[in-house]
């Protein structure tokens, strides 16, 4: 069964960092792209940043080019999101997913994920 498991989310001040961190381990072997979304309550979500399993392409949502950085550990099994220069409007859940086979045309938009976690809460304060 999959089962996708985030951390890392919490309370920060404006101007902090964070890593976030989803544990990939249960994918099955054919699941090539992995993701991160973020979604306000009341709000659609929206796609953060994708990669490749072989960490060589990595995909940004426009607005979020700069302060997102994707990434795999070496044994592919830990995806990262570290977020710097944190916003009160960074506040957010934001869950890691993946594809069943690669990464479809529009890989930052929800479009052939999934493969859900259950979110991880990050609080940014002012």
């Known amino acids: 069964r999959v089962q996708l498991e985030e951390r890392g989310g919490g309370s920060v001040q404006a101007g902090g960092s964070l890593r976030l961190s989803c544990d990939v381990t249960t994918l099955p072997s054919t699941s090539h792209c992995m993701g991160w979304f973020r979604q306000v309550p009341g709000k659609e979500r929206e796609g953060v940043a994708s990669?490749?399993?072989?960490?060589?392409?990595?995909f940004y949502a426009d607005s979020m080019k700069g302060r997102f950085t994707i990434s795999l550990n070496d044994a592919k099994n830990m995806l990262y999101l570290q977020i710097t220069s944190l916003r009160p409007e960074d506040t957010a859940g934001y869950y890691c997913?993946?594809?069943?086979?690669?990464?479809?045309?529009?890989?930052?938009?929800?479009?052939?994920?999934?493969?859900w976690g259950q979110g991880t809460q990050v609080t940014v304060s002012s």
């Open positions: 997913a993946a594809t069943r086979w690669g990464c479809l045309a529009r890989p930052t938009t929800e479009e052939g994920f999934v493969f």
């Open positions: 990669i490749t399993i072989g960490g060589d392409l990595t």
